[in-house]
């Protein structure tokens, strides 16, 4: 299946669970995006969020893979710190060429993190992990601030 198409599932998926009678949590619909991600692309080694804890820190919120992740990450402070002090989508081809990784495990090559904003402040950032270099595109940029918009 193409990746378009495997988004396009997950954007519909997605969308029927969060609309219903009973409004989900903030956390709730982390979780979920973060296992519908996860279940798509299985190859990932790591899917999941990280939540604004103080203006200057994030902390480990809904998540799923095949490590333990960081704890806490300041801002500015690997990808993550960085899209939260950037404000914006950032996506690493290489994380062995990126000065300013944080490594929590070595089989991460390439990495994407979305910055989730709730009237115009960012609440979280999407954080996901891959095994293959350059895994991460416009399409992923695209379909992941569109679901990161659901949130």
């Given at each position: ?91 690493i081809d290489d994380v062995r060429e990126y000065d ?52």
């Amino acid at each position: 299946m193409k990746k378009i198409d495997r988004y396009e599932k997950i954007l519909m998926e997605f969308d029927s669970i969060i609309i219903g009678k009973l409004e989900l949590s903030t956390p709730a619909k982390m979780s979920l995006l973060s296992g519908l991600l996860y279940m798509e692309f299985n190859h990932w080694t790591f899917c999941g969020f990280y939540v604004i804890k103080s203006p200057d820190l994030l902390e480990i919120g809904p998540y799923q893979g095949n490590l333990l992740p960081c704890t806490h990450i300041s801002i500015g402070r690997g990808v993550c710190g960085t899209s939260l002090k950037e404000k914006e989508t950032i996506i690493i081809d290489d994380v062995r060429e990126y000065d300013n990784y944080i490594s929590c495990d070595s089989e991460t090559l390439s990495e994407i993190v979305i910055p989730i904003f709730r009237d115009d402040e960012i609440i979280a950032v999407l954080d996901i992990d891959s095994p293959i270099i350059k895994d991460f595109d416009l399409i992923d940029k695209s379909y992941l601030d569109k679901l990161a918009s659901m949130i």
